[in-house]
């Protein structure tokens, strides 16, 4: 059993800062008293401990609120990517079986369901008291967040309490805790790399400096006001914080501590121009099912270890699969998922306590964890994940498309980006397709190029071999 967290904290300190959003803070007292009103008047409104709500919503202090009343009555909630088209959130409702779904707003969500719910609806509600555990169960499920498959087919993971605080205990011990820490989040909190940060906030009584997206010129200011210690980004946010602190000849304090940048290795140009503006990179390596980060990379190693994820957090232990030296990452630690739900319930994720995270790497003679391609076609797009098979199921739905073929195309700005080779069973132009997949598949996940072919390069089991599709088009 580990304590109720946010009940726990509060008692050691009550009056420290949990969140701040522009001028307004709140402490972890108020927090605690506004997530538990908010947890009484879901009673109210029918929801029970236990429950799974679904939650679609902006990151705001609001949002914050609305998780820890929700954790506060022990429900599950299922994390919806505001980015997703209708089709896509309607499928992780499904899949998911949600009592519930909670919405910041009917005017910008108009996703339907038959237990729908706004904040304000549950604001205007009456409070039913109910006995709150003090006491929760390590394997209790926190949250549930869908990541897709190398099959395009989404997979709702659970991320247990133990999940969850294992991952900040393992990323504490490395980068280590002050009483005046403060985290800058610009993060979406429906991703595991935001949620972590509201868990970390927690364990460790730190302040979370909130930011509803990511604004450049807004980073640098917080972070040169000395109050803000450490930060999330991904290499292409990294990239455009360099840009600013450069245009305007500066340089970050020594106030600030870590910048951890996952979602893929930095380039060594960033890394360089980081060092002659004072950020400290750690460049890191999870995933969805590690609850947040595995390995992470000492800012003195960036430039020594170029291009590697660092080591095994504490609890965590990383091994290649594999005959020779590069393989399949496995990572093991109690930070890993305990399962998925829906259509993928039944698939163990763990194999003799391992997980086989389909991306290949290698681990040098000191011990660092060098990734060398995410799920083998995996295009990782400013951050984010997109999966070649999601989009070319997407594709194939067009009543002109034969075959399609997705694969990434190295990009300056955003790292890659997705292009489609396409098999036409009659007319059609890549005008017509943007406007149809603009409809089926979130924004960032469009292919920016579409290439008409007359088949596509397969191997002898009939798989599309991804890696030869540019090389197939010069050839033709």
């Not at 896509?88 to 910041?104: F, G, I």
């Not at 395009?152 to 980068?175: F, T, Y």
Request: glycine share 8%.
């Amino acid at each position: 059993m580990y304590p109720n967290l946010l009940l726990k904290r509060a008692s050691l300190t009550p009056n420290r800062i949990a969140l701040r959003f522009y001028e307004k803070e709140w402490t972890f007292a108020q927090v605690y008293t506004e997530a538990n009103v908010f947890a009484e008047k879901l009673r109210t409104k029918g929801i029970l401990p236990g429950m799974r709500v679904a939650i679609l919503a902006s990151s705001n202090p609001q949002l914050v609120v609305v998780l820890h009343g929700c954790i506060q009555l022990g429900c599950e909630l299922v994390m919806l990517n505001e980015r997703l088209t209708e089709g896509e959130l309607s499928y992780q409702l499904q899949d998911s079986n949600a009592d519930y779904l909670l919405v910041d707003s009917f005017e910008i969500r108009n996703l339907a369901y038959p237990k729908r719910l706004s904040f304000e609806d549950v604001h205007l509600a009456e409070q039913t008291a109910f006995e709150m555990e003090k006491e929760w169960p390590k394997d209790r499920t926190i949250t549930i967040m869908y990541t897709s498959g190398t099959t395009g087919n989404p997979k709702g993971v659970r991320q247990s309490l133990e999940n969850h605080v294992m991952s900040a205990s393992g990323s504490a011990l490395n980068l280590g805790v002050q009483p005046h820490d403060c985290w800058l989040c610009t993060m979406p909190l429906f991703h595991i790399s935001g949620f972590s940060i509201l868990m970390r906030s927690v364990l460790y009584g730190m302040t979370v400096h909130l930011h509803t997206k990511f604004d450049a010129e807004k980073v640098v200011e917080d972070i040169l006001s000395g109050t803000v210690t450490g930060m999330s980004v991904v290499a292409v946010t990294l990239e455009r914080i360099i840009t600013v602190l450069e245009t305007k000849n500066l340089s970050f304090p020594n106030t600030f501590k870590s910048m951890l940048v996952g979602g893929g290795p930095v380039p060594l140009n960033y890394l360089e121009r980081a060092i002659k503006r004072n950020i400290p990179v750690l460049q890191t390596y999870g995933m969805t099912e590690t609850s947040s980060q595995t390995t992470t990379l000492s800012s003195e190693d960036a430039i020594r270890k170029l291009g590697s994820a660092g080591k095994p957090l504490f609890f965590a232990d990383v091994r290649i699969d594999g005959e020779e030296n590069i393989g399949e990452i496995c990572i093991k630690g109690p930070h890993v998922t305990t399962g998925y739900i829906g259509a993928s319930e039944l698939r163990n994720p763990l194999v003799d306590g391992w997980l086989h995270t389909g991306d290949m790497g290698y681990i040098d003679g000191e011990g660092y964890l060098f990734v060398l391609d995410r799920r083998s076609d995996l295009i990782i797009s400013g951050g984010e994940n997109i999966y070649p098979a999601e989009v070319e199921q997407a594709l194939v739905k067009h009543p002109a498309v034969q075959e399609a073929g997705v694969a990434g195309r190295s990009d300056d700005k955003w790292g890659q980006v997705p292009v489609a080779f396409v098999v036409l069973k009659k007319d059609t132009g890549e005008e017509e397709l943007k406007a149809f997949m603009k409809t089926q598949i979130a924004s960032y996940k469009q292919p920016v190029a579409y290439y008409f072919v007359e088949q596509l390069p397969r191997n002898a089991s009939n798989k599309l071999m991804r890696r030869e599709f540019f090389k197939h088009i010069k050839d033709t």
